[in-house]
């Protein structure tokens, strides 16, 4: 099988394009942005309708602006040849298949398809060969080799490689249900644990059986207490009538205590108030005896005669009064006079005194000038006195200097001796200075005591004779003043007032003294008439009392006499109420035991209705615990059977990748010795699909191999993975490769040892190769150059 022609219209950079496949090696060359992997688009799409696993597969199609377009692909199989048809038209935003062009021609005759869409995939995948659920996928895998595909084969991760290898020969099946089966189990194993746990917390046989013998126990206590109740009902019926009986007979009894104790509390209270009558009766009696004997005395005409006297006195006493103020005032004043006499004296006097001294002091001065002025020295005298001091103070200079010089020399000027000490100088010289300093101070006395002349002693005379006259012309005065002050009548005016004062004093007071007794003894009189007036009150009082305690005996008799009526006994009385009082206990007893068998029926006919909904509960739960266990026995034996199927699904897909393995690597290596014959080293891959170089016993990484070994490796491994999925994906055999861009990304060398690697290659039918590489071309069958003009690609 191979493809013969494709056509173009409104595909991404074509408008209108025919290109011619021939067999062998076709290469589609070109600048970038040609249109060259346009054309390998469109062959994917004429025969699956769709492109990759993508979405919008139209929009990256249809070319832009255009409203619709189309892809017709050509393949010749043996003798026949099938064209194959697609639409695309634009509808609004969205670009979708347009099922009016899809069709499919066999040798120029339209097979006739329902419905056109599923059916036209299936057709195709029946000239293809493929019959796998992803039909695009194996194409991809086993035909079509996209740009940088190679590439990534060989430097990818371990990893990547796995997993998409693993994908092509759809082992990742295994490993999803594998890892799905794991969360079943999880799932079964939570649901075992939750009805283990459910049997665990569920209620045990044996409950059901201590409820039952509870609910049994119950029930007989019951029946005992219905049958003591119905005793004891009958009981307290008895109780209650032999109660009323003594009741009344109790009542009687005490309605008779009640009047006895009435009337004889009246009684004592009769006797008390009689008794406390009498007791008033004698303390008045008392009061009435003593009162009389205080007034013993009492005379009513003396009380009138009293009054009389005490108010004349008083008039006296009152005026007598006022006549002593007067003279008190008179007497204060001369007192006052009196006083002031002798004080003007005494003031006098001391003045007298001190004059008296001046005058003597005075007249001393006066005979002392008399005597000075006698003696008094001349002027000159003064003068030489003056010369001598003078005379003396040099000698005292001339010894202090001899001093000095003594001291230096050490030799004395006085005696010419040798001095041995300084303190004997100064002891020598300093009596002299000082004998010196006594001269002078003597003479400078002499000098102060003659300082006065005659005359100025004799003014000084004449001055203090002056002053003596004064002083005895104030003397005479003072002399004059104390005569005038008349001390003797002042103190004869005193005493006479005063004697008059003491003398009204006295009379005033033997007045009051007579008044005060008179006042005494009127107010005695005044108590004695009050007395004799409450012993009047007194006696009327008793008289009073003594009717009264006359009406209280009578009724006192009257309520002896009724006492004497009531028949009452104690002892009679307490024995009735022990006797109810035993009756009340009996009855109380039963009573209560009555509420307590009521209170333990009722408590127990719950408890019963409680025990009876717990047993029901409980047989609920114990036949829920039955299906549990049942359905966990089941669990387990499911959970078993899981947990075997899922390690026998790993190790079938194990054993399907192993054997995958084994055929890719016998293919890988049939494929590589096509392609290059190596001897120094061997090539294998190893189970992670990775290729694994040997030389002798060393392993090399196929990093190592340079760009032409590792271009053919990586052909070797892509058709080796190309025919192992067309076995796998029931693809009886693969004529046909597709490849875009292999060379990106490789160097010359590698260009070169692709070109050659893809000459050898010689049980391909056809092989169709997008490239820029130009070099290519000297191994194509047939070439295909296009370029772009005004944005529309053309074949030149
Ligand atoms: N829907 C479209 N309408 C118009 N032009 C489109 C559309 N889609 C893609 N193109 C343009 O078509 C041109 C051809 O694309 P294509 O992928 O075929 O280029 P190429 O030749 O394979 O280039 P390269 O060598 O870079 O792979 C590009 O310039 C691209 O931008
Ligand atoms: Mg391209």
């Known amino acids: ?463 203090i004779k002056l002053r003596l006259s004064t002083e005895n012309e104030k003397l005479s005065a003072i002399n004059d003043r104390l005569i005038a002050l008349d001390e003797e009548n002042r103190k004869a005016e005193y005493e006479q007032v005063k004697k008059r004062y003491d003398e009204e004093n006295k009379k005033l007071e033997n007045l009051s003294n007579q008044l005060k007794k008179l006042r005494e003894e009127s107010k005695l009189l005044n108590e004695h008439e009050k007395i004799a007036i409450e012993i009047k009150n007194n006696s009327k009082r008793i008289e009073e009392i003594e009717e009264t305690i006359k009406s209280t005996s009578n009724y006192l008799e009257k309520l002896q006499s009724e006492i004497k009526d009531v028949n009452f006994q104690e002892d009679h009385l307490k024995k009735l109420e022990e006797e109810l009082k035993l009756i009340t206990d009996e009855t109380n007893t039963i009573n209560y035991r009555i509420t307590e068998l009521k209170k333990e029926k009722e408590m127990r006919e719950n408890q019963l209705i409680y025990d009876e909904n717990i047993l029901k509960e409980l047989e609920i739960k114990i036949k829920k615990k039955m299906e549990v266990t049942e359905k966990l026995a089941k669990k387990e034996k499911l959970l078993k059977l899981m947990s075997n199927l899922r390690e026998d699904i790993r190790n079938i897909r194990e054993y399907v990748r192993l054997r995958f393995i084994n055929e890719f690597r016998s293919l890988f290596k049939t494929r590589f010795e096509e392609l290059r014959n190596e001897s120094d080293y061997s090539i294998d891959i190893d189970k992670n699909y990775n290729v694994v170089i040997s030389a002798g016993n060393e392993e090399m990484d196929a990093r190592t191999l340079s760009g032409g070994e590792k271009t053919s490796v990586a052909i070797a491994y892509r058709l080796a993975l190309s025919s192992l999925a067309s076995i796998l994906g029931g693809v009886s055999k693969n004529e046909l490769i597709l490849m875009d861009e292999p060379t990106s990304g490789l160097d010359k060398e590698d260009i070169n040892a692709l070109t050659n690697a893809i000459t050898r290659i010689n049980d391909l039918k056809q092989i169709i190769i997008v490239t820029h590489e130009d070099s290519m071309k000297n191994i194509a069958d047939n070439v295909i150059k296009l370029k772009k003009n005004g944005g529309v690609s053309i074949l030149y």
């Open 1 to 463: 099988m191979i493809l013969s022609e494709i056509n173009l219209e409104n595909i991404r950079s074509h408008s209108i394009t025919k290109i011619k496949f021939s067999e062998g090696i076709n290469i589609i060359t070109g600048n970038t942005g040609s249109g060259k992997s346009s054309i390998l688009m469109s062959v994917e799409y004429a025969l699956f309708g769709k492109i990759g696993e993508g979405k919008d597969e139209g929009k990256m199609l249809l070319r832009r602006n255009a409203k619709d377009g189309s892809v017709t692909l050509k393949i010749l199989d043996g003798k026949n040849e099938y064209e194959v048809s697609r639409g695309l038209k634009r509808v609004n935003e969205a670009v979708r298949n347009d099922d009016s062009k899809n069709y499919i021609n066999k040798d120029n005759t339209r097979v006739d398809l329902q419905n056109r869409a599923s059916d036209i995939n299936s057709y195709v995948n029946r000239i293809l060969n493929i019959y796998s659920e992803n039909p695009l996928k194996m194409f991809e895998t086993i035909t079509y080799i996209k740009q940088d595909e190679l590439k990534n084969l060989i430097f990818e991760t371990g990893q990547y490689k796995q997993e998409y290898i693993d994908g092509l020969l759809q082992l990742n099946k295994y490993l999803t249900v594998y890892e799905k089966m794991r969360e079943i189990i999880s799932e079964i194993k939570k649901e075992i644990d939750i009805d283990r746990k459910e049997i665990e917390l569920s209620v045990d046989e044996n409950e059901i059986i201590k409820t039952e013998t509870k609910i049994n126990e119950n029930k007989t206590r019951i029946e005992q207490i219905k049958k003591q109740e119905e005793n004891d009902n009958i009981l307290l019926e008895n109780k209650k009538i032999a109660k009323k009986q003594k009741d009344s007979e109790v009542e009687f009894e005490r309605s008779q205590k009640l009047k006895f104790t009435k009337i004889s509390t009246e009684i004592k209270l009769k006797e008390a108030e009689i008794e406390k009558y009498r007791a008033e009766i004698a303390k008045i009696q008392v009061k009435i005896e003593q009162d009389s004997k205080k007034i013993l005395s009492f005379d009513e005409k003396r009380k009138d005669y009293l009054d009389k006297e005490l108010k004349e006195i008083e008039i006296i006493v009152e005026s007598e009064n006022e006549q002593v103020k007067k003279t008190y005032a008179e007497l204060y004043k001369a007192e006052y006079s009196y006083k002031n006499t002798i004080d003007e004296k005494n003031k006098l006097k001391e003045e007298e005194k001190r004059e008296k001294l001046n005058v003597l002091g005075l007249e001393k001065e006066k005979t002392e000038l008399e005597t000075q002025i006698a003696n008094a020295p001349d002027s000159e005298n003064k003068d030489e006195i003056k010369g001598r001091i003078s005379e003396v103070q040099t000698i005292k200079r001339e010894i202090e200097s001899e001093k000095e010089k003594a001291i230096k020399s050490g030799t004395c000027q006085l005696c010419g001796e040798k001095i041995t000490s300084e303190e004997h100088i100064k002891e020598e010289y300093n009596k002299k200075i000082k004998e010196c300093e006594e001269k002078i101070s003597k003479l400078s006395k002499d000098y102060e005591n003659i300082k006065l002349s005659k005359n100025e002693l004799e003014k000084r005379f004449e001055t």
